[in-house]
């Protein structure tokens, strides 16, 4: 526990058994492969974004913790709706008393509830709107093409959406990734607030939809990014919750080994999820690790790890592990 903070203390000293205990053993894999020179994906899915994850997740990536993240289109977006419309979001701790009454009249003013917290996704996207479309037109005119993310880095880049900030620039992980220019994959991004707003542009005939890079394309480039990047100690993977955000990223193995016939392609060089998932009802992103090897993702020797709890809860106290909190 040399250097560790009172957080990594109280969980050393109190985390001795059960997921208590994996997320300590999760903590300290992390912490080795990374101190053997290891890089890391972290895939985010649910709603962590909204959760604010990005409190400690930004501390993650200004310290090297982190070297590329996979993440929902819902994730993308809802950093930044939290960055530029935090104060009109709206709690509600007795969600479960709620009435169907009750869930039309927060849909009546503008709120998408998220458990017990209310989105002002009218109030957001009033904000963000206007800012990312005129990127997409630039594009559009010009026959280029981007990832979502890559238009996300450039509107946050430019200095336009300073004028709205309502929380600490410093929690915002999104902001801390394009400042660092860190690699997004965002598999599914069609399915998300933003990815509906752009569809209906190509539907009134505003915008192609092959300005917008797509899962295939972020596909053929995460091929690109892993054949660079896992040589020596390798890439590890560290997955929170399951879903598309995981399912899609960790596949980049098995195709350039099975599809590519790539047969120097290194396995995932560590595993960790943080798991709510039945793994007795057939699920692919909640299934245990071993299965992964049966798929070819991981190796008989790849560290493994699964915390099954809540994300919100484990997360923070992993990512203070690591920072030394």
């Known amino acids: 526990m040399k250097n560790k903070g009172p957080i990594s203390q109280f969980i ?47 501390e993650m990536i200004r310290n090297d913790k982190v070297q590329i993240i996979s993440c929902t289109g819902a994730n993308l977006e809802e950093d930044l709706m939290n960055l530029v419309a935090h104060s009109h979001y709206k709690r509600v701790p007795h969600y479960r008393d709620l009435s169907p009454k009750d869930e039309w009249d927060l849909l009546e003013n503008g709120f998408n509830r998220v458990t017990d917290t209310c989105i002002p996704e009218e109030e957001a996207f009033r904000r963000l709107q206007k800012h990312i479309y005129k990127l ?31 929380i600490d620039p410093q929690h915002s992980w999104m902001l801390a990734a394009a400042e660092k220019n860190l690699p997004i994959i965002v598999p599914g991004w069609e399915d998300s607030t933003m990815g509906n707003i752009f569809a209906s542009y190509c539907i009134k005939g505003e915008l192609k939809s092959t300005t917008m890079k797509s899962g ?8 690109e990014w892993y054949r660079k990047n896992s040589s020596g100690k390798g890439v590890g993977f560290f997955q929170i919750g399951g879903g598309i955000a995981g399912d899609f990223p960790i596949c980049v193995v098995p195709m350039m080994y099975q599809d590519l ?28 690790p071993n299965e992964k090897i049966t798929w070819g993702k991981l190796d008989i020797h790849t560290p493994k790890y699964i915390i099954e709890s809540d994300a919100t809860i484990v997360a923070p106290l992993i990512f203070a592990y690591l920072l030394g909190w």
Not at 138 to 152: D, I, L, S, T
Not at 216 to 223: F, G, N, Q, R, T
Not at 268 to 282: L, N, P, R
């Open 216 to 223: 295939i394309d972020y596909m053929v480039w995460l091929s």
């Open 261 to 288: 016939e790539w047969t120097d392609v290194p396995f995932w060089a560590y595993f960790c999820q943080i798991s709510d998932s039945t793994t007795s009802y057939g699920s692919y992103s909640g299934a245990v």
């Open 12 to 58: 050393e000293h109190h985390y001795r058994h059960f997921n208590a205990a994996a997320l300590v053993d999760a903590a300290k894999g992390y912490e080795t492969h990374l101190a053997e020179g290891g890089k890391m994906m972290i895939t985010l899915a649910g709603a962590m974004s909204t959760a604010e994850l990005g409190i400690s997740l930004a």
């Open 136 to 166: 997409w037109k630039e594009a559009n005119e010009k026959g280029e093409r981007y990832f979502p993310h890559e238009f996300m880095y450039k509107m946050l880049l430019s200095g336009v959406l300073e004028q709205y900030y309502e």
